[in-house]
């Protein structure tokens, strides 16, 4: 019977041996520190990094970006979200942020959206990234010497044109100034070709990008801007905007039917068809372009407010969104891993230049004329010969933009003259200062 028992107990010994041998002890590899794990418990502990944001022509690319990611950091999930193509981020954004659903990377303009979020973004000036940032793409999200987000890109715009249609029609010199632009869309319509398509249906088009260039061709730019804040400056009278406002009229005297019912991709592909000369867009467009007609032979042109070459013969370049980290998330380190990713990893940089057709912010990403497409590489050209201005939308009072996008597409309507507009404009910036 004592036989019995001890058996029974060297039995139970032996079972509570192989128990505590396979927990293993604190030279298990599993219990080693890792992005995402749980120190000790031998389990790695998944986190959720939520990004949200409004460029909604890489969403294909970020969601392809996240397979490879999650691979190589399988405890660290990116959950992707987008608002964007003419619905209104910022709002979506602020209702998140509200009701208890605040993501843990978002968009950021920069420069006035910056001060309005800033007590929401991490501060990332110690980020290995960082010390590579081409100084113009810095700025906007750069505070007292602090870095709080991630330029994703230098976009660049103004009219995109088809090099063989102004050829067809014997314009050899690409137009820089107002009246070269009129007598270009005269010659293109005489030729039986549409000079503009406009999709101004979207309201960002003309009342975020369209408009920064009066602001940007202003004298003193932050000066009238501050001037505006304070009640002593004045859209009303203003030549710029005048100009601007005539701008604006020459592409909708010269442009297609019913533009107030256009969109974005209708108006790209009545460009990549070849239906239209020019559009005012981007190098975000190239992509759209590529899968329409791809290799098409085409550059980009100012927007000239005047006939004064050397001052208005410009395009617009800035960054178009920042990617900045909540500071009070559960996850900012695995945002900041995916964010270094982004811009580190040989996937990641691949798709900014190749698949975004982005301008890369950084100087560690490597690109060609053949990698970013014909509208970056042109923009490219701008940019080393110094014939940029830089966006100002950033600089805009919160929901000013698409104030300016309602009140210019009156004026587009015929609803309003210039200095009816001029008013209309300065009531919208006044109402939200």
Known sequence: MKMKKYVVLLSA?????????????????????SAGSSEGSGKQEQKTVTIFQFKTEIVEGLNELKVEFEKEYPNIKLDIQTVGGGADYDAALKTKFASGDAPDIFSNNGYSKLD???????DLSDQPWVQDLVPLAAEPITKDGKVYGM??????????????????VGITVPPRTYTELEDAAKKLKAAGITPFANAYQEWWLVGS?????????????????????????????????????????LTVDYGNKNPLTTDYNTQVTMFANGEAAMMQEGNWAQTMIDGITPNMNIGVL???????????????????????????????????????????SDIGKEYIVKKFKFIPTMKTIQSTPEDMGAIAADLWNYIEEDKIILHQAGKYPDGVAQEFGSV??????????????????????????
């Open 116 to 122: 309005m979020w800033q007590d929401k973004v991490e």
């Open 302 to 344: 100012p927007m000239p407010v005047s006939d004064n070459a050397e001052q208005t013969g410009k395009v617009t370049i800035g960054v178009p969104v920042n990617l900045v980290v909540n500071k009070d998330s559960d996850a900012k380190e695995e945002a900041k891993i995916f964010l270094n990713w982004l811009v580190t």
């Open 151 to 168: 330029p994703l890109a230098l976009e660049g715009f103004g009219y995109i044109y088809n090099k063989d249609l102004f050829q067809q």
């Open 13 to 33: 010994l032996m079972i509570l041996s192989v128990i505590l041998s396979a927990c293993g002890g604190s030279s298990n590899p599993a219990n080693n520190g």
């Open 408 to 433: 210019i597409q009156q004026f587009i309507a015929g609803k309003s003259d210039i200095k009816t507009w001029t008013e209309n404009m300065q009531a919208a910036w006044d109402k939200l200062k």
């Open 209 to 249: 990008q369209g408009i920064s260039v009066a602001f940007a061709n202003q004298d003193d730019i932050d000066g009238f801007i501050n001037g505006l804040n304070q009640g002593t400056a004045s859209i009303v009278g203003n030549e710029k905007f005048e100009n601007w406002a005539r701008l604006m009229q």
